[in-house]
């Protein structure tokens, strides 16, 4: 079943839904991820289950809202990537004269 | 082919089967995973595959048990976030006016 | 398209290429990789990409032999992991009286 | 759907992303990343998400192409691991006597 959710929408809610994760994260772990840029990296890196490591939680309320995360932002940006995916093979098609 | 599995069910094992792994791996390294939810929190981190690195298991049994939640944990999460994909799926549509 | 093959022959397969994965890197970097279930741990922690990083590769040959695994391991282990689901959904079909 | 995209052309241009990636990476943070190579290493643990940590960035620039990587070069690892997914089945059915 091909998922039809607007593009244009979803990259805002995603926008919002990861810009606010980062300034969760920052709010609840300040001396670990030092400024919300810090949390926004640290929410992309594990969103798409990269996970450097070289920022993670060390309490218990940033260790359960990163546990949020994997289970809310990695679906979502499953679906995001599923999108680049197609855009991807979009362009393939259209360099390649349009083969469906 | 669509997977029907009862979703309240799915989330019920899931959840046994998490909080269980928490509990083994826990007893299985203490010294590494202080405690319950430490065990937890690195459960999780595994089966999503987010792997950051903070804890991880240094014992032969502790590396053994990592390598079974690697095989079945991951699966499980997979059966999952497939949900949560389908629910933002479906909230979208409920947005959208209910295009199918 | 369901992905037909033999499900006793891929296991014997992936395990006899991981198990030579975990001999190779060994192999290439016994300094970083002390025993060959060292090297195991890494090949299924790197295939799986949960990638701790409690060990990873420092030479160029152990950097090439890893970036091998990631294009070949991870195909392969996609596949396992995808019978894992299918199985989880059979024993989720068998508990719930068979519906298809 | 089946992603149709000329396999040759896709290797060729997903080659020089990564390529052209580890030459930025390394132009952006070359106290991090201190050649080339160290660079492709560290692009294709990324966007395979294995993410080890032993090596990611620690400026402003490198994190923002850390993300764009994230979006762009896991999708794009996607389509390739799929491809290597079929090879893998393809191989299979020869060696089964071409079930289809
Ligand atoms: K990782
Ligand atoms: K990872």
Request: glycine fraction near 12%; hydrophobic fraction near 50%; proline fraction near 4%.
């Amino acid at each position: 079943r091909i998922v039809k959710v607007n593009t244009a929408k979803l990259i805002m809610f995603a926008s919002i839904f990861y810009i606010a994760s980062a300034f969760i994260i920052y709010f609840l772990e300040p001396e670990t991820f030092q400024n919300p840029f810090i949390g926004f990296w640290w929410v992309m890196t594990t969103v798409t289950t990269v996970g450097f490591g070289d920022y993670s939680p060390v309490t218990v309320p940033g260790m359960l809202f990163g546990i949020f995360l994997y289970l809310f932002g990695i679906g979502l940006i499953g679906i995001i990537l599923g999108k680049v995916v197609d855009s991807y093979t979009y362009y393939g098609r259209l360099k390649m004269g349009g083969e469906l």
